[in-house]
């Protein structure tokens, strides 16, 4: 499915339902390497972003109806050849080759693809990518990791041929040609692993392309998740108020789903919900339900989402996945994210594209450093979005997470006060006789 963008980091309006159905070529076999949504039907929406010259790829990727886009960014390139350059390659479906033809077609082949994370998410597309175009150089950063053991890229499902990608294109000949410059954030958050993040700046388009360090989010939801009504179903599946509810198709109740979407996917638990652990909600399940999953629902929600999801997504201006703030915090005390954001500010351009929820987004580069910035500086930890949103990550980083992130003199995670659970009880089972809040 192809489509124009529209640059923006505000609301736009709500894409019309498609009918088309996913078809046999969105089909992709290797889904067991990483069994979750949408498994074999993957869906590709190709969007041209600056015309003639970069374009995203937007695939879907989640578990239990929490499902966000992943993206593959291609830039077309003139220098030391022409052809395309492809940045965090999603699934290589028949449909997403189909999709990346045209472009081959019009401008060379391509030259390069950059694996930009660690993360598996990203990294268990990257060598079948990799291995569909077995002619382009493909560079990965360089501290590839799986855990409790570690192992060779080989088995990490990487090519033979994959090379590491250098840290930085600042005073040394780029590999990618003089369109480009790169820089490589490396934060080693506790033992055993690594966060990595390439921010790759293409000159003459004035486009900055990033992984996971950065994201926006509108209340609209992203076209990936409306363009089947297959996907739909994740807007409307969270968008009940009761277990077997049947909500209608609207634009408010696709809105409404997609905020508790976001919500999940950046707190597990928010701060408006109470999640019940026990019984209750398995013994409510009907598997005839046609919107999935039997209508579990163990999470009910409090008028307060309204204010926790605006607090997040602020009009859409950038900010971090909290997970993302906790390692990066592990990047203070040597200046590692310091130097990495002061080196991308250096950089003119005019648009950024993040691999996950919103792109393309207008930022300049002080607007970039921003959300960065906000927390490094001031010696603190606080993000802008509410304390008790935040609250549950907090505890698993004094308690679960201690064993695998090192201690930051920023300290744990904080928000600022809203009042969205009114002291009720965050997660709850009659079973268990538990009632738990985080502090």
């Known amino acids: 499915m192809l489509s124009t963008a529209a640059i923006t980091t505000t609301a736009t309006a709500l894409p019309a339902p498609a009918t088309a159905e996913i078809t046999k070529d969105s089909n992709w076999p290797l889904w067991p390497s990483l069994p979750v949504f949408p498994y074999s039907r993957r869906k590709t929406i190709r969007r041209e972003i600056k015309p003639g010259t970069v374009w995203t790829f937007d695939q879907l990727i989640g578990i239990y109806y929490v499902h966000v886009p992943i993206r593959m960014t291609v830039i077309k390139m003139k220098v030391p050849a022409p052809g395309l350059l492809v940045y965090a390659p999603v699934a290589p479906t028949k ?77 040394v000949k780029n590999v990618f040609g003089d369109e480009f410059e790169h820089e490589v954030l490396t934060v080693k958050p506790g033992p055993g692993s690594f966060f990595q993040d390439v921010a790759l700046f293409h000159k003459p388009s004035k486009t900055l392309t990033v992984c996971d360090a950065l994201l926006s989010v509108t209340e609209e939801p992203p076209e ?14 969270h968008a009940r108020d009761e277990p077997l509810q049947l909500v209608e198709d609207s634009p408010e109740a696709r809105r409404k789903g997609w905020r508790r979407i976001v919500l999940l996917f950046n707190f597990f638990i928010p701060g408006a919900t109470q999640a019940d652990i026990g019984l209750d909600p398995l013994l409510k399940l009907d598997f005839s339900y ?41 990047g203070l005390a040597d200046g590692s994210l310091r ?31 921003s959300p960065f910035e906000s927390f490094s500086k001031n010696g603190g930890n606080e993000m802008r979005f509410c304390d008790e949103d935040v609250a549950l990550l907090r505890e698993a980083e004094r308690g679960p997470l201690a064993f695998s992130v090192g201690k930051t003199a920023n300290g744990p995670l904080t928000g600022v006060k809203c009042d969205l659970g009114s002291g009720e009880a965050r997660v709850i089972s009659k079973e268990l006789r538990l009632k738990w809040a985080p502090k």
Request: hydrophobic content about 40%; overall charge neutral; proline content about 11%.
């Open 95 to 171: 449909e997403c080759l189909k999709l990346l033809q045209p472009l081959i077609d019009e401008h060379g082949p391509i030259k390069f693809i950059i694996l930009p994370s660690t993360a598996v998410e990203h990294k268990v597309n990257a060598g079948p990518f990799a291995r569909a175009f077995p002619k382009a150089e493909f560079y990965a950063v360089d501290q590839q990791y799986s855990f409790p053991v570690s192992l060779p890229n080989s088995f990490l499902g990487l090519p033979s041929w994959t090379k590491p990608l250098p840290r930085s294109g600042e005073g």
């Open 224 to 237: 990936i998740l409306t363009s089947e009504p297959e996907y739909v179903k994740a807007l409307l599946f």
């Open 290 to 330: 046609k919107l999935g999953w039997g209508g579990w629902q163990p999470f009910s929600w409090r008028p307060s989402e309204i204010e926790s999801f605006e607090k997040y997504s602020a009009g859409g201006r950038p900010t971090l996945l909290p997970i993302i703030q906790i390692i990066l915090n592990r």
């Open 339 to 369: 130097e990495w954001v002061e080196k991308v500010k250096r950089w003119d351009f005019d648009l950024v594209i993040p691999q996950h929820l919103d792109a393309p987004l207008a930022l300049t580069p002080a607007q970039f450093a």
